[in-house]
């Protein structure tokens, strides 16, 4: 009898350890998938990213108000058009590449070139659209912008310091720090703080409340991917891929929204770029943008 109960006590405890193994396998094992993802993203040669970004009018200060209407007076759109953008690139070995692109607008409105603490913007694709849309809109006075005769590119602080506005502030999400470098014991612990859930493909979505955003990070299903369109190849389908979303819960950010998505990718080697503003031309450039910004008054009215 002593058996007898024995063994039906050592079955009911086998089987409440497996139970508890496998509750503990469905909650741990999302976490592992999700953690061995960020972490082949993040450690990859290379890391592909797509962004896109909504800003919210309603806080610019007068100094970024002006700059909205100057950049559509320059790119020939609407005001409203330049609140959304997308901005997609690559990093390798600490070098950075992105194009930056205005909703409805055909190809990239600049590129940007970084490095560690250094970025370079094409100031030369920014004027040479104004020259070309102000000599289509007025053909008779196409001779009053002047051919670019300065160096490419120049440092993202020279041109805020132009322009008088944090532009850095106005188009990089503030998106979850302390993720890269991580274990993945790391990325385990940082997903089982945040609400989990089962989306309809299969991936997985861990959301938090991150310095006033409703930010949400999305795993895709294995051998699968979030949004893979039907033009993208089996290849780029099935890359391991990360997607952070955030969505400004109190209204008070200049940035309402943002996407994006991080893909692992093969190494490749970048340079930083080879024609930079001497000082002497900022201080030219300097002058030619007052001369541009006294056309802007006259002939941006006709808008």
């Given at each position: 009898m002593k058996k007898k109960y024995l063994t039906t006590g050592i079955f009911i405890g086998v089987f409440f350890l497996c139970a508890a193994a496998v509750c503990a396998a469905v909650r741990f094992l999302?976490?592992?998938?999700?953690?061995?993802?960020?972490r082949r993203v993040l450690s990859a040669e290379s890391v592909e990213y797509d962004v896109h970004v909504t800003l919210n009018r309603n806080q610019f200060s007068e100094r970024q108000e002006q700059f909205l209407q100057a950049v559509s007076w320059i790119?020939?759109?609407d005001e409203s058009a330049c609140?959304?953008?997308k901005v997609c690139g690559m990093i390798s070995d600490g070098r950075g590449?992105?194009?930056i692109f205005c909703a409805g607008l055909d190809g990239p409105v600049t590129d940007v070139r970084f490095e560690k603490n250094d970025i370079w913007v094409n100031v030369k694709m920014i004027y040479e659209a104004l020259q070309n849309n102000f000599t289509s809109a007025h053909p008779l006075l196409g001779h009053l912008l002047p051919d670019w005769k300065y160096s490419d590119y120049m440092s993202l602080e020279q041109m805020e310091e132009i322009f008088q506005i944090d532009i850095k502030g106005m188009f990089m999400p503030?998106?979850?720090k302390g993720a890269s470098g991580q274990n993945t014991w790391g990325y385990i612990v940082m997903f089982s703080q945040m609400e989990r859930k089962k989306m309809e493909d299969g991936g997985q979505q861990f959301s938090m409340e991150w310095n006033g955003y409703q930010t949400a990070v999305e795993i895709a299903k294995p051998g699968g991917a979030v949004e893979a369109s039907d033009a993208q190849s089996?290849?780029?389908a099935h890359k391991p891929?990360?997607?952070i979303q955030g969505e400004d819960q109190g209204g008070g950010r200049i940035i309402a929204s943002y996407r994006a998505e991080i893909s692992a990718g093969l190494a490749r080697e970048m340079a930083a770029p080879a024609s930079v503003m001497t000082q002497d031309e900022i201080e030219q450039f300097m002058?030619?943008?007052?001369f541009v910004k006294g056309m802007q008054g006259e002939f941006g009215k006709e808008r």
């Open positions: 999302p976490l592992l998938r999700a953690a061995q993802t960020v790119l020939e759109t609140l959304s953008w590449y992105a194009q503030d998106m979850p089996d290849k780029t891929s990360i997607f002058k030619l943008w007052e």
